[in-house]
T-cell receptor, first 112, second 115 residues
């Protein structure tokens, strides 16, 4: 499978715990994006990388959120001290510059 | 800031019929793309169709076509000969070129195709 893959698909965690999600983009894609989608809403941009550089972060990305893309390949999104409001689908997408984005299936986070 | 509005939260259509989904957007930019994405119940977002703002001709992809009205900032999606597999959430999205290419999405329209 050469699409965007995300792991895990589902994560249930207790409030206050830390969680980390992984995204493997399409191999030749230099751009990688994270979006958050709450139930019944459209995705909202969180952050993006061009190669290994994190070039933009949304105001939605609080200090508890951190993302990395070491070596410009896979990316991780970590949420520290999770809150119930963090419950959402976290989507990863990748693209070549100035081309359409391809999305992964997402990681559904439930904070209890 | 850019905004994208989809005014139809839910729609339904009979199989083989035609349906049009509405989208309006607001921007002061001149160089942008518009997209329609489909998100089936499995939730992986799939690109349906793309329109470059500088192109006057409406984009078409098989049964899917758009009506792009730049002055009115309107970008509707027409699905012809609807099929059961078209049942999904449909999102209209906006992208400014050469500014990171982040997508701004509308709230979505849930389309149900009935047999």
């Amino acid at each position: 499978d050469t699409g965007v893959s995300q792991d895990p698909r589902h994560k249930i965690t207790k409030r206050g715990q830390n969680v980390t999600f992984r995204c493997d983009p399409i191999s030749e894609h230099n751009r990688l994006y994270w979006y958050r989608q709450t139930l019944g809403q459209g995705p909202e941009f969180l952050t993006y990388f061009q190669n290994e550089a994190q070039l933009e972060k949304s105001r939605l990305l609080s200090d508890r959120f951190s993302a990395e893309r070491p070596k410009g390949s896979f990316s991780t999104l970590e949420i520290q001290r999770t809150e119930q409001g963090d419950s959402a689908m976290y989507l990863c997408a990748s693209s070549l510059s100035n081309a359409e984005a391809f999305f992964g299936q997402g990681t559904r986070l439930t904070v209890v | 800031a850019q905004t994208v509005t989809q005014s139809q939260p839910e729609m339904s259509v009979q199989e083989a019929e035609t349906v049009t989904l509405s989208c309006t957007y607001d921007t002061s930019e001149s160089n942008y793309y518009l997209f329609w994405y489909k998100q089936p119940p499995s939730r992986q977002m799939i690109l349906v169709i793309r329109q470059e703002a500088y192109k006057q001709q409406n984009a078409t992809e098989n049964r899917f076509s758009v009506n792009f009205q730049k002055a009115a900032k309107s970008f509707s999606l027409k699905i012809s000969d609807s099929q059961l597999g078209d049942t999904a959430m449909y999102f209209c999205a906006f992208m400014i070129l050469n500014a990171g290419n982040m997508l701004t999405f509308g709230g979505g329209t849930r389309l149900m195709v009935k047999p």
